[in-house]
Structures are given as structure tokens and as C-alpha cells.
């Protein structure tokens, strides 16, 4: 069975966000192993911090990200500048995944600066939600409901129409 990791920078403190999560990866649970791993956000001390104090930020966080990420997993890291998927293509792109014989899918949500460039260069995939901008915890929500309608998608289930 496939096994998909959110993986992501700080925690959700607000339960309807979680609540939102647990459900679709109750809902995952017939297709897949799904699980978040939250790593702690890297603090600075300035409220304006400069272009060296972002740069360690972003290398400490992509330190632990890495660590997290198997050697064959499937990655797609979540940025800006990655590539727009419509939910259909998702679907490929997981059901792809599984049949080139991935049996890991880490997708990676970074911290408030975004990710670090060595994550990105692991990345088989850049991947963007949308060219709007969401907050972190919203984009979890999003990212979980997405993998599920993959799922349904590929299965043919009736929830994507």
C-alpha cells in the first residue's frame, strides 16, 4: 500500500484545521497510509530579519525536512514556483508514482519563508496550489482533500464529478 507524508513546518493549533486533516486521512486510510509529520518552525529573534537570518531559517528547516525523506520517496515540494496540477493530473501523478515502484509520496509544506533550495533541488516535483496565496495550515487542508480526490479519482469513486 502506498504510504503519503505531509511534511511540514510548525503545528496547527487551531482545531477546525485538524479537524478537517484527521477526516480526510480517515478517508485516505482505504486508500493509502497517510500520516502528517510536523517539524518545529525555526525562530528568529528580529521582527525584520534580514536576507542571512532567512537563509538560516530556510537551511535548518530543510536540514530537518531532509532528514525525514527516504531515498526512493517520491517528492513534491509545495512552492510558489512550482507547477500547476488540475486534480485529474494529481491523480496520475500519484497512480504514476506507484507504478514506477515509489512506494513512498513525501509531499513538503515549508514554514513562512518557504523552502530551503537543497529540498527543492530532492524535489521530483515542484508543485504549486494555486497562484493565490494560502496560509500554511489551510494549505494542509487543501493538500489533504486533494490527495483524497486523487484517490477517488483513480478509483472512480463518485466524489470527484
Given at each position: 500500500?502506498?504510504?503519503?507524508?505531509?511534511?511540514?513546518?510548525?503545528?496547527?493549533?487551531?482545531?477546525?484545521?485538524?479537524?478537517?486533516?484527521?477526516?480526510?486521512?480517515?478517508?485516505?486510510?482505504?486508500?493509502?497510509?497517510?500520516?502528517?509529520?510536523?517539524?518545529?518552525?525555526?525562530?528568529?529573534?528580529?521582527?525584520?530579519?534580514?536576507?542571512?537570518?532567512?537563509?538560516?531559517?530556510?537551511?535548518?528547516?530543510?536540514?530537518?525536512?531532509?532528514?525525514?525523506?527516504?531515498?526512493?520517496?517520491?517528492?513534491?515540494?509545495?512552492?510558489?514556483?512550482?507547477?500547476?496540477?488540475?486534480?485529474e493530473e494529481l491523480?496520475?501523478?500519484?497512480?504514476?508514482?506507484?507504478?514506477?515502484?515509489?512506494?513512498?509520496?513525501?509531499?513538503?509544506?515549508?514554514?513562512?519563508?518557504?523552502?530551503?533550495?537543497?529540498?527543492?533541488?530532492?524535489?521530483?516535483?515542484?508543485?504549486?496550489?494555486?497562484?493565490?496565496?494560502?496560509?500554511?495550515?489551510?494549505?494542509?487542508?487543501?493538500?489533504?482533500?486533494?490527495?483524497?480526490r486523487a484517490f477517488?479519482?483513480?478509483?472512480?469513486?463518485?466524489?470527484?464529478?
Amino acid at each position: 500500500m502506498l504510504r503519503i507524508n505531509i511534511i511540514c513546518i510548525g503545528k496547527i493549533k487551531e482545531k477546525y484545521f485538524t479537524d478537517a486533516i484527521a477526516e480526510y486521512g480517515k478517508r485516505l486510510g482505504a486508500f493509502c497510509k497517510f500520516s502528517v509529520v510536523e517539524l518545529a518552525e525555526e525562530r528568529i529573534k528580529s521582527n525584520t530579519p534580514n536576507a542571512a537570518q532567512i537563509g538560516e531559517v530556510l537551511t535548518a528547516e530543510g536540514k530537518r525536512i531532509m532528514q525525514k525523506i527516504g531515498a526512493s520517496d517520491f517528492v513534491a515540494a509545495l512552492c510558489i514556483e512550482g507547477k500547476l496540477l488540475s486534480s485529474e493530473e494529481l491523480a496520475r501523478t500519484l497512480a504514476d508514482a506507484a507504478v514506477a515502484g515509489r512506494s513512498t509520496v513525501d509531499f513538503i509544506i515549508g514554514g513562512s519563508y518557504g523552502l530551503s533550495s537543497e529540498v527543492k533541488s530532492r524535489a521530483d516535483l515542484r508543485l504549486s496550489m494555486s497562484r493565490m496565496t494560502f496560509p500554511h495550515q489551510m494549505a494542509r487542508v487543501i493538500l489533504s482533500e486533494q490527495i483524497y480526490r486523487a484517490f477517488e479519482i483513480t478509483s472512480g469513486g463518485k466524489y470527484h464529478k
